[in-house]
Nanobody, 118 residues
Framework: QVQLVESGGGLVQAGGSLRLSCAAAGRTGISYAMAWFRQAPGKEREFVAAVGGSGTDTYYTNSVKGRFTISRDVGKNTVYLRMNSLKPEDTANYYC???????????WGQGTQVTVSS
C-alpha cells in the first residue's frame, strides 16, 4: 500500500505561481510512476502531468505545456508540480496518483484545492 498526501494548493491571482507537493509513504521501495490529475466542479477528472519511475520521462496535457513542470525527488519520495502563469481555468482540485506504469494509477491522494482568481 502507498499513501499519498498532497499539499501546496491555495488562492492565487491569474499569472501567479504555485508549487504542489505529493508525499508518498508506505511501500515506497518501488519507483512508481506518478501523476497529477485535476477535477473542476461539474467536470470529470482530467490528466495534467506524469513522470516515470526514473524521473526522466515526463508527460503533459496540451493545456499546461510550457507552464507546468512535474518533477520528483526520489530520496524524499515526493513529486512536485510547479505551476506558472496560472489561469482561472486551472482552478480545480488537484490529485496525485501513483502506479507501476505511466497511465495506470492504483493509489490516490485526497487532493489539494487550487483557485485562480481573474
Amino acid at each position: 500500500q502507498v499513501q499519498l498526501v498532497e499539499s501546496g494548493g491555495g488562492l492565487v491571482q491569474a499569472g501567479g505561481s504555485l508549487r504542489l507537493s505529493c508525499a508518498a509513504a508506505g511501500r515506497t521501495g518501488i519507483s512508481y510512476a506518478m501523476a497529477w490529475f485535476r477535477q473542476a466542479p461539474g467536470k470529470e477528472r482530467e490528466f495534467v502531468a506524469a513522470v516515470g519511475g526514473s524521473g526522466t520521462d515526463t508527460y503533459y496535457t496540451n493545456s499546461v505545456k510550457g507552464r507546468f513542470t512535474i518533477s520528483r525527488d526520489v530520496g524524499k519520495n515526493t513529486v512536485y508540480l510547479r505551476m506558472n502563469s496560472l489561469k482561472p481555468e486551472d482552478t480545480a482540485n488537484y490529485y496525485c496518483g501513483a502506479g507501476l506504469i505511466v497511465g495506470e494509477y492504483s493509489y490516490w491522494g485526497q487532493g489539494t484545492q487550487v483557485t485562480v482568481s481573474s
